[in-house]
């Protein structure tokens, strides 16, 4: 069975429709959607002033027996994560599908500095340099506009 959700007018992108498809979250049909969600907005966000290469690798998806795998590769001017490992990651993490759905489509940052201090977060290797991007501040204009591509996340994720 295939499910949908009203999309508001006021999130409304390029191809709105009134309703939307709603996949569960990272499963390929998600992925595809939120990589095309991320390109409406590609020309509009600022460059990231860090360089970051990290894996992450999420467990307990409940549609798949296997791991997921993902990365951020900033070192190609952007923040948004894409499927699969890279090759010599500066940092990889490891953490549960439900942490991980908190992180990527409700992002609050205490919620991220929690996950560390109780050890749901596996971190190897240079955990400043992924620290430091938390610590970049966003214009208001990309604040909004983050805000904005999260809400459209928020749309499509069962």
Excluded: C
Excluded at 47 to 55: D, F, G, H, K, V
């Amino acid at each position: 069975m295939h499910s949908y959700r009203w999309y508001p007018p006021f999130l409304a992108g390029p191809g709105y429709r009134g309703w939307v498809s709603i996949y569960p979250f990272l499963s390929p049909s998600w992925i595809e959607q939120a990589r095309a969600i991320h390109d409406e907005y590609k020309d509009r966000v600022d460059q990231p002033a860090e360089s970051l290469r990290m894996n992450v690798t999420v467990t307990g998806a409940p549609f798949t027996d296997d791991l997921v795998l993902g990365h951020i590769d900033t070192t190609n001017g952007s923040v948004v994560p894409d499927d699969g490992h890279i090759d010599g990651p500066d940092v990889s993490v490891t953490l549960p599908y439900g942490l991980a759905r908190q992180l990527l489509v409700e992002p609050l940052p205490e919620n991220v500095m929690i996950a560390f201090m109780t050890g749901e977060i596996e971190v190897q290797g240079d955990i400043t340099l992924m620290m430091s991007l938390q610590d970049l501040e966003a214009s208001p204009e990309q604040q909004a506009l983050a805000e904005e591509v999260v809400a459209r996340l928020m749309a499509i994720t069962e």
